[in-house]
């Protein structure tokens, strides 16, 4: 980063800030500002007698003080609120405040409550940090991104979105910012790449959420969305763009609408180095999710059927990604029944979308089967015909899992592997303590919400939580680590791969992924997979030395950087 007054290196482990400017400059400044922290000696150079309290405070201190007025807080808003305010005041001091709470801090910092920050925006609005790119302005990109005066080798990282398919609750419009700014600071917390190596984006392509368009306070574009060529040479100008300023950043996508976010990413995917974590991201952990199951059930991936019920952008990205491995790994492709609003996709049903056509069931297979209708078949009568082993919830449809459908897969599987993963908890397919009864303990679970543990007689069931946090921090990290010049279907493989490497399958009631706790271990053990995997490939533009050295050096630990005050 080079700011005016103010130039920091952050090419590793140690960082260092050279400072000129003086006084108050340099408290209004988040990079530079360590507010009580300042020592005496730094007070005099950087003229800031006086403009502090005279008692020194340590980093430990100022976490006690900080952590308590974040628990004072009345709501998750609240806090997240004030979470974003420290940030704009003390990027190390938040960052050290929520590694250390992590746990405690990633639902308000991510989701759930970055939903309702989302939401909230335009009324909520305290300044942020991001770029704003609006299509009614597309000659404005370069200037925009030059103006967030980040230098081309100075990073890694682009997280874009163009707010239409933010988590659960749709179009957003302009606050979808928040969440691109969310994903960096997981970044951060997860994988140590550091706060000033990326840049949060969001497209402004106007919105057809009519409450925000009849607001008086909302601060994005005031016209519907805009689709089509026009939209698509926008995104074509900034990906061009990004990669004339930024050479070795990644983009990352979030949350577009699902009419494009395939499109995007297959248009861009073998030319530049991009990532989408709807669609791979979340794929990666349930893929992860998978593996680790079928260790414990001893019944390899390739035997099993999977049903997706919601087959969007994460559904068909997940059975995507299982085919993908089964592929890599030399198997045929396994047996999907996906779901859409019509029931299970059949090769003539109406309505079905380009990217879900190759899950579609042929006419022969389903005129076989004991159904109502045969035009629009439903998920327990697809259960009693076709005998899935794996069901997968990417809904929205909260208890569509009931206790018929999942006794139904139990009558003819002993360990049936279920994951409702839609959030928020309201919307999840079903509850794990429901699927654990009517299992007599025996589903092997993972959702997308999370959930306390659930005791059956002598067994403690740790319920895995798929958060794309256990994947995409790490990927991240392990692409800049080697400056890949693509983010390949093998380096996702690998990421999935090392991360169900990570639980124990012995204990009974074991997890199926590891802890939100563990992010920081998570993150380094997915990087190294990932960064050897483009090295294998020939994608790495920056030689790994000693891999996991390589990747201690470059994860940021949020401490005060050493001053040079010029």
Same mark, same amino acid.
């Given at each position: ?7 920091l ?12 400017? =003086?006084?108050? +400059? ?24 006086? +403009? ?12 006690q ?26 990027e190390?001091? *938040? ?21 309702e ?21 597309p ?11 980040l230098t081309?080798?100075?990073v890694?990282?682009?997280?874009v ?15 979808g ?8 600071g997981? *970044?951060?917390?997860?994988a ?14 106007? $919105? ?6 009849? @607001? ?7 016209h ?10 926008f ?29 995007? +990413? ?43 019920y919601?087959?969007?952008t ?11 491995a ?14 859409n609003?019509?029931?299970l996709?059949?090769?003539? @049903? ?16 389903i005129?076989?089967w ?13 259960? =009693? ?8 919830? $990417? ?17 003819y ?16 397919e ?12 025996k ?14 007689? @002598?067994?403690?069931? $740790?319920i ?71 090295e294998?490939?020939?994608?790495? =533009? ?17 401490? *005060? ?6």
């Amino acid at each position: 980063m080079q700011q005016s007054g103010f130039k920091l290196d952050t090419g590793s482990r140690k960082t260092i800030l050279e400072i000129s400017s =003086r006084g108050r +400059l340099v408290l209004t400044n988040p990079v530079s500002n360590r507010g009580t922290a300042f020592t005496d000696a730094e007070r005099e150079q950087l003229n800031l007698a006086g +403009l502090l309290t005279n008692r020194v405070s340590s980093i430990e201190e100022q976490l006690q003080r900080t952590y308590g007025q974040f628990s004072r807080c009345p709501s998750p808003l609240s806090k997240f609120i004030y979470l974003s305010q420290l940030r704009d005041r003390n990027e190390v001091l *938040y960052y050290r405040l929520v590694s250390e709470h992590l746990e405690e801090m990633l639902p308000i910092v991510y989701t759930p409550t970055i939903g309702e920050a989302i939401e909230r925006f335009s009324h909520e609005y305290v300044g942020t940090r991001g770029v704003f790119l609006s299509i009614d302005h597309p000659e404005r990109i370069e200037e925009s991104l030059r103006n967030f005066e980040l230098t081309p080798e100075n990073v890694d990282l682009v997280v874009v979105t163009d707010s239409e398919g933010i988590l659960g609750i749709g179009d957003q419009g302009i606050g979808g910012i928040q969440i691109a700014i969310g994903k960096l600071g997981l *970044y951060t917390a997860a994988a140590g790449i550091h706060p000033q190596r990326a840049i949060p984006v969001v497209l402004d392509v106007g $919105t057809d959420n009519l409450g925000l368009l009849h @607001s008086d306070r909302y601060l994005g574009e005031r016209h519907a969305r805009v689709r089509g060529e026009q939209y698509d040479e926008f995104i074509d100008r900034f990906v061009r763009v990004v990669t004339e300023l930024f050479p070795n950043a990644m983009i990352h996508w979030e949350d577009f609408g699902v009419a494009n976010a395939h499109r995007i +990413l297959q248009r861009y995917a073998k030319e530049i180095c991009t990532f989408n974590d709807d669609i791979q991201g979340t794929a990666a952990v349930v893929l992860a999710a998978a593996i680790a199951a079928v260790r414990r059930t001893g019944i390899p991936l390739r035997r099993h059927r999977f049903v997706i019920y919601g087959a969007g952008t994460a559904g068909i990205g997940i059975a995507d990604m299982i085919q993908g491995a089964l592929s890599a790994a030399g198997r045929d492709p396994g047996q999907f029944y996906a779901f859409n609003h019509n029931g299970l996709i059949i090769e003539d @049903s109406p309505g079905t979308r380009e990217f879900q056509k190759p899950y579609a069931r042929p006419r022969s297979e389903i005129d076989g089967w004991d159904v109502a209708d045969p035009h629009r078949v439903n998920l327990l009568e697809t259960i =009693r015909n076709a005998q899935p082993t794996i069901l997968i919830g $990417t809904s929205a449809r909260g208890g569509a899992f009931s206790e018929e459908v999942v006794r139904e897969m139990h009558s003819y599987c002993e360990r049936p592997v279920i994951m409702p993963l839609s959030n928020p908890t309201d919307r999840c397919e079903a509850r794990p303590s429901d699927l654990l009864d009517w299992t007599d303990g025996k589903a092997l679970i993972a959702t997308g919400s999370p959930f306390e543990p659930v005791r059956r007689g @002598s067994v403690h069931h $740790t319920i895995a939580q798929a958060n794309n946090a256990l994947i995409f921090p790490g990927l991240g990290l392990g692409v800049s680590v080697v400056q890949a010049r693509l983010v390949s279907e093998e380096m996702i493989y690998a990421a999935a791969q090392a991360l169900a490497g990570l639980v124990n399958e012995h204990q009974p009631g074991a997890s199926l992924l590891p802890t939100m706790r563990d992010l920081r271990m998570v993150a380094a053990t997915v990087a190294k997979a990932v960064a050897e995997t483009a090295e294998s490939q020939g994608l790495a =533009r920056r030689p790994l030395t000693n891999p996991i050295q390589d990747i201690y050096e470059r994860m940021w630990k949020p401490e *005060y950087p050493e001053l040079r005050i010029v």
